[in-house]
T-cell receptor, first 109, second 113 residues
Framework: RKEVEQDPGPFNVPEGATVAFNCTYS??????FFWYRQDCRKEPKLLMS???SGNEDGRFTAQLNRASQYISLLIRDSKLSDSATYLC??????????FGKGTTLSVSS | IAGITQAPTSQILAAGRRMTLRCTQD?????MYWYRQDLGLGLRLIHY???????GKGEVPDGYSVSRANTDDFPLTLASAVPSQTSVYFC????????????FGPGTRLTVL
């Protein structure tokens, strides 16, 4: 089992749609969780951290289920500007972050 | 400078040549990282440094070396480039170690012929 797994997509949705991305991780000792966004030919940028209680930032909601080792990202009211690749990121204690391969989202008008 | 910078932006290199990719941050972050990103493989860690004067190996360190003489700079050297090192290289930094948010530089696109 890979350490961080994501559905690669692509997810093609119309503007205004709600879309959810899922991610699973294999290391039960993982401590920190993030969603990063990467635009084409650009560097990854932090979208949001993921907390055990779940957290929301505007149209974006992140959830963590430690028992199932599962992380999700929900995007409501999708915008054209949300088109990007979304990377699920998990820490591996003592070394560095482990990145999923990303889920590609394309929002169309 | 604001944040983290990398140089060069892109480079075409003959196989067997030596190349150093530069990375500088002005955020006084303790930890720095080098990743390569390849289509279908995602971001993979090459080397990291938790603080000035220390370095460690990541997932794919072979063929690469790093140094961390001071807080701000973390150069990555390819001693003798090979075509399989063609990739996009990202440098990143974080205030502390692996549990902290990482900030990425704009990347270096390297082609080894």
């Amino acid at each position: 089992r890979k350490e961080v797994e994501q559905d690669p997509g692509p997810f093609n949705v119309p503007e205004g749609a709600t879309v959810a991305f899922n991610c699973t991780y294999s290391n039960s000792a993982s401590q920190s969780f993030f969603w990063y966004r990467q635009d084409c030919r650009k560097e990854p940028k932090l979208l949001m951290s993921v907390y055990s209680s779940g957290n929301e930032d505007g149209r974006f909601t992140a959830q963590l289920n430690r028992a199932s080792q599962y992380i999700s990202l929900l995007i409501r009211d999708s915008k054209l500007s949300d088109s990007a690749t979304y990377l699920c990121v998990v820490n591996q204690a003592g070394t560095a972050l482990i990145f999923g391969k990303g889920t590609t989202l394309s929002v169309s008008s | 400078i604001a944040g983290i910078t990398q140089a060069p932006t892109s480079q075409i290199l003959a196989a067997g040549r030596r190349m150093t990719l530069r990375c500088t941050q002005d955020m006084r972050h303790n930890a720095m990282y080098w990743y390569r990103q390849d289509l279908g493989l995602g971001l993979r860690l090459i080397h990291y440094s938790n603080t000035a004067g220390t370095t460690g190996k990541g997932e794919v360190p072979d063929g690469y070396s790093v140094s961390r003489a001071n807080t701000d700079d973390f150069p990555l050297t390819l001693a003798s480039a090979v075509p399989s090192q063609t990739s996009v290289y990202f440098c990143a930094s974080s205030m502390e170690g692996s549990t902290d948010t990482q900030y990425f530089g704009p990347g270096t696109r390297l082609t080894v012929l």
